[in-house]
Antibody
Framework: QVQLQESGPGLVKPSETLSLTCTVS????????WAWIRQPPGRGLEWIAY???????NYNPSLKSRVSISEDTSKNQFSLQLRSATAADTAVYYC??????????WGQGTLVTVSS | QSVLTQPPSLSGAPGQRITISCTGA?????????VNWYQQLPGTAPKLLIY???NRPSGVPDRFSGSKSGTSASLAIIGLQSEDEADYYC????????????FGTGTKVTVL
């Protein structure tokens, strides 16, 4: 079955860009929606963005000005960039597959800490 | 910025029934968008528990059931077991601001 794995730096300095990649294995990235979701320590889940077929994207309005999502079908990966990071962006970041409005497959998550 | 409201915590003895509520608004549940539920065991990623209001993915025990009516939804656990101790989140779509996925505030279930 499809598996997702997040990768990227675990520590980012304030004002810098947080960059993460999700590698999809066991299936093609094409034909599905893919999303990023985050969870600050001890808090709830927040949807960040999704992408479909490299051209269709949608972003959480609260983060839209700082976030970009992209796909690399040749590598079966999709990525997240969050600019001007602050301590409030410290969270576990999950990548997930979207199926008709629900998130049916999740990565294990990666903790990103924003600190100097 | 959770727009779906859940009780922060619930508890029950093994074998009991508990119900987790999820209250939304006219822009999400009330607009006809489906509700989905996730279970998050300590230290792990969320797992899809119920999709499309009342459907269980393969492998999810039938003691979990979901329902939706108007601007509210609920997840019932019938015959609570120790391994059900976890955080539970509802999720839907909201039509405001161009459309966004929204999650509930989360409910911590404790098995006594």
């Amino acid at each position: 079955q499809v598996q997702l794995q997040e990768s990227g730096p675990g520590l980012v300095k304030p004002s810098e860009t947080l960059s993460l990649t999700c590698t999809v294995s066991g299936g093609s990235i094409s034909g599905y929606y893919w999303a990023w979701i985050r969870q600050p320590p001890g808090r709830g889940l927040e949807w960040i963005a999704y992408i479909y077929d490299s051209g269709t994207t949608n972003y959480n309005p609260s983060l839209k000005s700082r976030v970009s999502i992209s796909e690399d079908t040749s590598k079966n990966q999709f990525s997240l960039q969050l600019r001007s990071a602050t301590a409030a962006d410290t969270a576990v970041y999950y990548c997930a597959r979207v199926d008709k409005g629900w998130f049916d497959t999740w990565g294990q998550g990666t903790l990103v800490t924003v600190s100097s | 910025q959770s727009v779906l409201t859940q009780p922060p915590s619930l508890s029950g003895a093994p074998g009991q029934r508990i119900t987790i509520s999820c209250t939304g608004a006219s822009s999400n549940l009330g607009a006809g968008y489906d509700v989905n539920w996730y279970q998050q065991l300590p230290g792990t990623a969320p797992k899809l528990l119920i999709y499309g209001n009342n459907n269980r993915p393969s492998g999810v025990p039938d003691r979990f059931s979901g329902s939706k009516s108007g601007t509210s939804a609920s997840l019932a656990i019938i015959g609570l077991q120790s391994e059900d101790e976890a955080d539970y989140y509802c999720q839907s779509f909201d039509s405001r601001l161009g459309g966004l996925y929204v999650f509930g505030t989360g409910t911590k279930v404790t098995v006594l």
